[in-house]
């Protein structure tokens, strides 16, 4: 099986109970090819995995399940703060068997071995972390509205 | 055996009651939250088929991914034939 380091990053609100939060997560995942599809494998987060047939239909789903995540911790936390807790949490469970392979992986890439046409190198040393922010409905600007903020690229 | 495989629910908890005794799960609005040992996997697939608990199928890569977290790999491979 072919297998591919990732790094990513997208960003999205969620609505808690009683506040609106705003994150930008900083992942890493190791994506795997197989003769039916793909799979996107958690890292950082480590506790999820979702398949596709082509790797951007994998990563969509990726992504549809880690905020689905972040969705359930919102709906069990009494409050923002318990929300960040949990969500900080959870993203910073490393998955380590899937990590070691993430790391083999990214060798190849280093050597020149292994890469990813039409999807960008990025240095595999930038922090992986989620940013959460409480977004008050009196201090919303026209600022905050943004498309989704998103970017995939092969760690290096 | 493939990923894309798939494992009845009630296969992977047998499979977790013999590899991870003690591991619990909670229901959430989108998945199964299941833990072991300050080790969290809460993106578990409910399954393809019908709502009743434990009726659904989970693609195997999911469940192996559940295995590395908890750090049962070679014990889920024995009691889950489509992990080998």
Redesign the interface.
Same mark, same amino acid.
């Given at each position: 099986m072919e297998q591919y380091p990732l790094l990513f990053s997208f960003s999205d609100k969620v609505a808690g109970k009683g506040y609106l939060a705003a994150f930008t997560a900083h992942g890493a995942a190791l994506a #795997?090819k197989? @003769?039916?599809?793909w799979?996107v494998?958690?890292v950082k987060p480590? #506790?999820?995995? @979702?398949?596709g047939t082509t790797l951007p239909e994998a990563y969509v789903e990726f992504r549809k399940?880690?905020l689905?995540?972040l969705?359930?911790?919102a709906?069990?936390a009494p409050d923002f703060y318990a929300f960040r807790r949990a969500a900080t949490?959870?993203f910073n469970?490393v998955?380590?068997?899937?990590r070691a392979e993430w790391e083999a992986a990214r060798a190849l890439v280093r050597q020149g071995k292994l890469g990813l046409e039409g999807i960008r190198r990025e240095p595999a040393e930038s922090p992986r972390r989620i940013e959460i922010k409480e977004l008050q409905t009196i201090a919303l600007t026209p600022e905050d509205n943004r498309l989704e903020d998103e970017e995939l690229g092969v760690a290096a | 055996m493939?990923?894309?495989g798939t494992a009845p629910l009630k296969e992977v908890w047998e499979m977790l009651n013999a590899c991870a005794p003690g591991w619990t799960k909670t229901e959430?609005?989108?998945?199964y939250?299941v833990k072991w040992k300050g080790?969290?996997?809460?993106?578990l697939s409910k399954g393809k088929h019908g709502k009743r608990a434990g009726a659904g199928e989970v693609?195997v890569?999911?469940i192996?991914?559940l295995a590395?977290?908890f750090?049962i790999?070679e014990c889920a491979k024995k009691h889950l034939n489509v992990l080998q």
């Open positions: #795997g197989e @003769e039916e599809g799979w494998y958690g480590g #506790g999820l995995a @979702e398949s399940s880690l689905k995540v969705f359930d911790l709906a069990e949490e959870f469970e998955n380590e068997p899937t | 493939s990923s894309f959430t609005d989108h998945h939250c080790r969290t996997y809460p993106s693609q890569g999911q192996r991914q590395r977290q750090g790999v």
